[in-house]
């Protein structure tokens, strides 16, 4: 975990895929998103997902489940 220059915590999941939990229009949001590079920036790209913190905690309690359905196939 870091916190980067806007005051996010992001995390890196793997290459340009990234999560990061940001603050937009007063709501806070868990952002898993690509990002692409541009002008030696990391910009964020279009393929991606907010969810909003009830939606976090929904998939954190069903996380477990589907680990175990990902296991079985």
């Given at each position: 975990m870091k916190k980067?220059?806007?005051?996010?915590?992001?995390?890196?999941?793997?290459?340009?895929?990234?999560?990061?939990?940001?603050?937009?229009?007063?709501k806070i949001y868990v952002d898993i998103r690509e990002y692409y590079e541009k002008n030696g920036k990391l910009l964020p790209g279009k393929k991606g997902i907010a969810l909003t913190v009830s939606q976090w905690r929904k998939l954190n309690e069903i996380a477990g489940e589907v680990d175990d359905v990902v296991s079985s196939l």
């Amino acid at each position: 975990m870091k916190k980067n220059a806007e005051g996010e915590y992001e995390w890196e999941l793997e290459g340009t895929k990234a999560v990061k939990v940001r603050e937009f229009k007063g709501k806070i949001y868990v952002d898993i998103r690509e990002y692409y590079e541009k002008n030696g920036k990391l910009l964020p790209g279009k393929k991606g997902i907010a969810l909003t913190v009830s939606q976090w905690r929904k998939l954190n309690e069903i996380a477990g489940e589907v680990d175990d359905v990902v296991s079985s196939l």
